[in-house]
């Protein structure tokens, strides 16, 4: 094992050294987590004569909102190619290939440390590579030849503004009126993008909730991501109701014999909450029939395959790797044990017990006419998704009242209330309160400067726990502060886009104007 910090940036890298001492493989933490290769920089004694699919080859692969440029380079000697792969807005360089094959105009190669793979043919000019980019899903790939290669992109740094005492809840309006105006007129809540964000805030038991674009107080928006607090949450409940371990290998939860036991350390329930299992962020099975509604087949057929044959061998010196696949399995496995759907689990669980009616997977027909129309990138109308196997990575969808009820019981587990009756402390709302401590406890590291409990992660330098989410439509962002006695959520109708999540940048300009800190700038 390796492992060294740059504190100029923030930076950390961990890993392994391979055996013959030529690379080391790992991953770097800045903000995020990605894999970071490293070769022993060897002279390479490049052929005579090139083969004709060497070079330096440049394309983009779209993934709903994501636009990321790859960059291939690929050589030859003794009659065998080689190549690396450079994902250039990722910063995640130089990651080596194997299995290359170039056969008359075809050519292939793997990308082990991403799980990914690239297939197709070089056009007759040998100009282009035309094919597709396996990583969980096949997305079109083509390569262009180029003459240089190109640098990583270094991110802009955010701009702030400054800094204000704390701006009560009353107050919070008047402020994000002034600091969303540029948003307003030609930004993502413009009137031509079709976006409208709601804005949930609680502060002291003092709530507002705020309304900006094309939506209505209690209009509905898919959470993404967000859902996986709730599978942290029906974790904790049934680890209170003595239901399931904490410890206990997922395997143990699954059919019978859906996956063998491994031979040292499985994969456990906690490690999956805590995207501690090693496991990639999506099957290698996920083949979406309609790329706009992408998860809508994946089936637990399809889960326990994949399952079935990647295995839950838990590997040595595993480190925070986040999985929608992970939080996807849980909610599955939960939904196993309790022999229930996970929609039938999460109301059973959280949201009957905390009375939030407008939490739900699948919208009643009244619950339909209130569902924000959802925004892709380029403000084109997006596809509601509906997700099946994964439900328990992002398959909710909620209001900002009901958000606001939920992020209140977060910062008040003891005033939750409790069904009368003599069974009280075994039911859901009985066990209810001792299940949110337990989701908020901090129980490893994820990216620099935070922590995760049961699926929110926590930010040591605020005291803040959240999460974010994101859709082909939609995105969120959901925080709260036990300390300080306040929380917020973030509903936008609109996707991610190329400059990152406007929801994200919203929710935490709000959390910094609530504790009177820079405030990260809402202009674009």
Known sequence: MLSFDVPSVGGKWHGTISGDG?????????????????????????????????????????????????????KSRAGKEYCSL???????MGLPCDNVQFNVDHFSFEVPAVHGRWSGTLTANGKELVGSWSQGQDLPLRLIRQTVALSPTAPEPPKYDAAVPAVPVGELKAMLDRDLAAALNEGALAPATGGGVVIGVVHRGT???????????????????????????ILAQMVAQHKVKLDEPVRELLP????????????????????QSGLP?????????????????YRPANLYEFIGKHGVSKPANTAFNYSNLGLGLLGQALANR????????????????????????????????????GHTEKHTTAHAWNLDALAGAGAIRSTASDMLAYLEAQLHPNMVKREAGSAAADSPSGTLASALQMSHEVRADAMPSMKVGLAWLFETKTGNFWHNGGTGGYSSYAFFNPKE???????????????????DRLGEHIAERLSGKPAISLKE
């Open 22 to 74: 030529a690379m080391l493989n790992g991953s770097w933490s800045q903000g995020t987590e990605m894999p970071l290769v490293f070769r022993r920089e060897e002279p390479f004694a490049a052929a005579e004569k090139p083969s004709r699919v060497d070079g330096i080859w440049l394309g983009t692969i779209e993934a709903g909102a994501a636009k990321l440029r790859v960059q291939v380079q690929v």
């Open 86 to 92: 450079d994902s250039l807005d990722q910063g995640a």
């Open 207 to 233: 709530r507002r909730i705020l309304v900006y674009g094309p939506a209505r107080e209690d209009s509905i928006f898919e959470i993404g991501s967000v859902s996986k607090t709730f599978t942290g949450l």
């Open 256 to 275: 019978r014999g859906t996956v063998a036991k491994p031979q040292g350390t499985e994969i456990t329930v906690l490690d999956l909450a805590t995207q």
């Open 281 to 297: 962020r999506m099957p290698d099975n996920f083949h979406p029939a309609d790329q706009q509604d992408p998860y809508a087949d």
């Open 338 to 373: 309790a022999a229930m759907t996970y929609p039938e689990l999460l109301k059973a669980e959280i949201t009957g017990p905390l009375e939030l009616n407008d939490t739900v997977v699948k919208l009643s027909p009244e619950q339909e006419k209130r569902f924000a129309a």
């Open 485 to 503: 006695d306040y929380a917020a959520v973030v509903l936008f109708n609109t996707t991610i886009g190329g400059n990152g999540s406007f929801a």
